[in-house]
């Protein structure tokens, strides 16, 4: 007999439940130090598909332009992503974000004026501390940045070594994350590991049973993952009585990450969809396909 959704998976939502209390309870205010690499924080910013590009310099000054709202918080996991909207109190065409005390900046051009934007930031693999904050200004037309706004990143370690694959959404909906190795094995919900060590480890969502944390995440320890073609699947498991949700699916290849702590490799790779009606309670095999990679 095949064990239901809540049976299946109420182990690992508890698991999730009592770490995520662990994490929160010992995390102490984060002393960052000058020199610190942005990219073990942040490994990338994409704002309305525009990827931001990385400098070593420090972030333009706060001067008179626009300002920008951002949300004060968010959560997700280390190198996952998370979406948020950004608003100007005029048009912008420019972008940067930085992570507070930490060398170097990410610049965003914008093809034309936005007064609101969508913002999308992926967290390094190895953060050095889990809360830390980041930081936006925008300009116009003219170059001139506004003054600064940040939002606290409350970052959750998941498991991510040569490769991580995760999912985030943004309603209560039950989404589901399948990746299928190269010989075959799928790691979902109802297969959470692989003989190569490959894992589910953070299963949100389970039935309908809202967590505080709308992401799923499979990884592979250094050193683990098989060689060949892997295939990423995201099936809309249940609605929960979502009209649409949004999904954000990273895929982070960056062999040796142990012996550069957090830095992603070359290889990561951002998709963006939606889902709509009640959705289909899949199980093996099922979802949207959302990319095939060589590793």
Same mark, same amino acid.
């Given at each position: 007999?095949?064990?239901?959704?809540?049976?299946?998976?109420?182990?690992?939502?508890?698991?999730?439940?009592?770490?995520?209390?662990?994490?929160?309870? *010992?995390?102490?205010?984060?002393?960052?130090?000058?020199?610190?690499?942005?990219?073990?924080?942040?490994?990338?910013?994409?704002?309305?598909?525009?990827?931001?590009?990385?400098?070593?310099?420090?972030?333009?000054?706060?001067?008179?332009?626009?300002?920008?709202?951002?949300?004060?918080?968010?959560?997700?996991?280390?190198?996952?992503?998370?979406?948020?909207?950004?608003?100007?109190?005029?048009?912008?065409?420019?972008?940067?974000?930085?992570?507070?005390?930490?060398?170097?900046?990410?610049?965003?051009?914008?093809?034309?004026?936005?007064?609101?934007?969508?913002?999308?930031?992926?967290?390094?693999?190895?953060?050095?501390?889990?809360?830390?904050?980041?930081?936006?200004?925008?300009?116009?037309?003219?170059?001139?940045?506004?003054?600064? *706004?940040?939002?606290?990143?409350?970052?959750?370690?998941?498991?991510?070594?040569?490769?991580?694959?995760?999912?985030?959404?943004?309603?209560?909906?039950?989404?589901?994350?399948?990746?299928?190795?190269?010989?075959?094995?799928?790691?979902?919900?109802?297969?959470?590991?692989?003989?190569?060590?490959?894992?589910?480890?953070?299963?949100?969502?389970?039935?309908?049973?809202?967590?505080?944390?709308?992401?799923?995440?499979?990884?592979?320890?250094?050193?683990?993952?098989?060689?060949?073609?892997?295939?990423?699947?995201?099936?809309?498991?249940?609605?929960?009585?979502?009209?649409?949700?949004?999904?954000?699916?990273?895929?982070?290849?960056?062999?040796?990450?142990?012996?550069?702590?957090?830095?992603?490799?070359?290889?990561?790779?951002?998709?963006?969809?939606?889902?709509?009606?009640?959705?289909?309670?899949?199980?093996?095999?099922?979802?949207?396909?959302?990319?095939?990679?060589?590793?």
């Amino acid at each position: 007999m095949t064990p239901s959704r809540e049976t299946e998976r109420a182990p690992r939502l508890v698991a999730f439940v009592v770490l995520f209390g662990l994490v929160l309870s *010992s995390c102490d205010s984060p002393t960052l130090i000058r020199g610190a690499a942005i990219k073990t924080y942040l490994a990338g910013v994409t704002i309305e598909t525009v990827r931001g590009q990385l400098n070593s310099s420090p972030p333009p000054p706060p001067g008179a332009g626009p300002s920008v709202t951002v949300p004060t918080n968010a959560q997700t996991i280390t190198g996952g992503s998370s979406a948020l909207d950004m608003v100007g109190s005029g048009p912008f065409q420019m972008v940067a974000v930085f992570v507070q005390g930490v060398d170097g900046h990410y610049l965003v051009p914008l093809p034309t004026d936005f007064t609101t934007a969508r913002a999308i930031i992926t967290i390094g693999g190895l953060p050095p501390v889990l809360d830390f904050d980041v930081v936006f200004a925008i300009a116009g037309a003219n170059g001139i940045f506004g003054p600064y *706004s940040s939002m606290t990143v409350n970052a959750i370690e998941a498991a991510g070594g040569d490769i991580q694959v995760s999912v985030t959404w943004d309603t209560p909906a039950d989404v589901d994350l399948h990746v299928v190795e190269p010989g075959g094995a799928e790691i979902y919900y109802g297969n959470t590991t692989s003989g190569s060590g490959g894992e589910l480890d953070i299963d949100a969502n389970a039935a309908c049973s809202t967590s505080s944390l709308t992401q799923e995440n499979v990884g592979w320890a250094p050193g683990t993952a098989p060689t060949g073609t892997y295939i990423v699947r995201v099936d809309y498991w249940d609605a929960c009585g979502a009209l649409e949700t949004d999904y954000i699916v990273t895929v982070s290849l960056r062999p040796g990450v142990p012996a550069v702590p957090g830095l992603p490799g070359s290889g990561i790779q951002i998709f963006t969809g939606t889902f709509t009606g009640p959705g289909d309670q899949g199980g093996a095999g099922s979802g949207t396909l959302i990319t095939n990679f060589v590793f």
